[in-house]
Each structure stands twice: as C-alpha cells, then as structure tokens.
C-alpha cells in the first residue's frame, strides 16, 4: 500500500508595489505669498525607496506535527502508537512586480511511526521507524487574487514500508477575501497524474482530484494578539483508477474531510522568526474503496498538534 502527502501549493505572497512619484500637485504661489514674498509650501515628497535585499524574497518554514492516525487521502496508513510528522519548507519569490509574482517552492515532509509500519526487516531501527519521506519541488505563479501552480513529488520510504511513487500536480486557486470579507472560502482544486513507481492504492497509477475550500477568520485574544479559526473541507475523488478494490474496481469518491484548525501565535521577539502553535480535529468520511483499507470502517476522527516556526 502505497501512500503520499501532496503538498499543493506552496507560498503565495504578492509583490508590494513599488515607490511611485507623489500625484499630489504642488500648491500655486497664491498673490498674498508673492506679495510678502513667502515661499509657496512644497509638495509632500515620497520617502525614498530601500532597495530590496535577497533575504526579502526568501521564506523558510520549519514545523512539526503529533497526530493519532495517518490517512493518505483517505486510505490509510497508520492509525496506532507514535506518529511524528516533521517537515521543512522553502520558499524563493524568483520574479516580483506589481503584475505578477514567481515562486519556487521546495519541501520535505516526513512521518515517523514506532510501530515500524510495513518496515523491513533488514533496516535499522532508526530507518524503521522512517515510514515516509516526500520530496516536493514547485513554482507558483500569482496574479492578482488566482495562483496557478505545478509541483513534482517524490514519496519515498527510507524503512521499506511502501514501493517509491512519483507525482505531477496541477493546480489553482482563487483568493476571495476581497468580494467576501469574513465569508471568504478561498477555493482550490489540485489534479495529480501518478507518473512513476507505485501507486496509492498499490494498483494501476491513476489520476486524483481534489477540491478544497478553506474558510476561516481571525479571533482577538488581546490588542495585539489574534488566534486563527479555520474550517477546511476537503473532497478527494478518482478520476482515473485511483481508489481501486482488490477486483480493479475503481471508485470515484474517495473521501471527504472536515474539521476545525486553531492556530495561535507566540509573542517572541522578531529575532527568533514567527513562531505558532496549532491543534485541529478532523472528521474523515471514506468511500466504499477506502473503506477497505481501514478495515471495513468508514469514518475515522483524526486529531493532530504541532507547531512552527516561519523566517
């Protein structure tokens, strides 16, 4: 069984625009300040623009998450003992303008299991408990409110546990914060082509789509503090041979995903990058052909915690 964590998309942030002239016309020399010869009052003048610094265009995210259970769009992975999911995130705005910004993207994410999941008997313990190393390389193109992406993935697992799988994705997204305030859903649908190695359900390669929305908002926990609520909902479906039964059977719907997320930030100094904290609980409703890679059981509550840290 063959599992994978996509990451879609990775940062997204715009280009400021840059320093224009002042359009504020300078005042006229009225014939009261000619008479008394005063100096007519000069134009309010722009401050003068910082040039921009490599380190501007570059973001790094570090983070860890605990969790109960592993669910590779819904099928499952693991769902006893200790589960650890470290992972690190690279962001470089490649192009900025006031049009368009480029970015390149690259991720490393992992899953720890101590119950040695499907691991190989001839590997270290270290190396057992390694179940899942994905490597993720992309770029992000964002225009105004859409972002279009393209990322490959490699899912490897340093303990043997499932046959190394490659994945092409495309994606897009619409920002609707600005039409829908508080209401915002910030909607995204992701296709990914299993083009190499395995599969996810350890059959033919097939094809994924996924619709996401995210709403959420900002809760004030003081002046200067705000908590983040976000309510994903996440519909994964088969388009092609992606949740296959045992027969070849496939199924088009896959699971659906919803639950809340709280993000909260720590007061640190700036210095030490900005740090949060999160929980989430998740409520994973599979299709018949998931199901049968949980053991006939067709829901599950998945809950996780973590934190992270962004410079």
Do not use: C
């Not at 998450?65 to 200790?82: L, S, V």
């Not at 082509?193 to 994924?208: K, P, V």
């Not at 699971?255 to 700036?270: D, E, M, Q, R, Y």
């Amino acid at each position: 069984m063959t599992p994978k964590l996509l990451l879609l998309l990775a940062s997204t942030t715009l280009a400021a625009p840059s320093m224009a002239q002042s359009t504020q016309p300078a005042q006229a020399q009225t014939p009261a300040a000619l008479a008394t010869n005063q100096p007519a009052i000069p134009a309010e003048q722009p401050a003068a623009a910082k040039p921009e610094k490599w380190q501007d265009r570059v973001s790094l995210t570090l983070g860890n998450d605990f969790t109960n259970a592993y669910f590779f769009r819904g099928i499952r992975q693991e769902d006893n003992g200790f589960i650890t999911q470290p992972y690190a995130s690279l962001s470089i705005a490649a192009v900025k303008t006031d049009d368009l910004t480029l970015n390149l993207n690259f991720t490393n994410w992992n899953s720890f299991h101590d119950n040695r999941t499907n691991a190989s008997p001839n590997r270290g313990s270290f190396m057992q408990a390694w179940y899942e190393a994905d490597y993720v390389a992309g770029a992000s193109l964002v225009v105004g409110n859409w972002t279009a992406g393209l990322t490959y993935t490699w899912l490897d697992s340093p303990s043997g546990g499932f046959k190394d799988q490659e994945e092409l994705a495309i994606s897009g997204a619409f920002n609707d914060s600005e039409a829908l305030g508080p209401w915002s859903l910030k909607p995204s649908l992701t296709v990914v082509f299993e083009t190499s190695g395995g599969a996810a359900d350890g059959q033919d390669r097939g094809i994924y789509a996924q619709l996401a929305l995210t709403p959420g908002t900002d809760l004030d926990l003081s002046e200067n503090t705000k908590l983040r609520l976000d309510l994903p909902v996440i519909l994964g479906t088969s388009l092609s041979d992606y949740y296959q039964n045992a027969d070849g059977g496939d199924d088009f719907f896959g699971f659906l995903a919803v639950g809340p997320k709280l993000t909260i930030p720590l007061p640190l100094p700036a210095g030490f990058g900005a740090w949060s904290i999160s929980t989430s609980a998740t409520y994973l409703l599979m299709g018949d052909n998931a199901r049968d890679f949980n053991a006939g059981d067709s829901a599950e509550w998945i809950f996780a915690a973590g934190f992270a840290v962004s410079f």
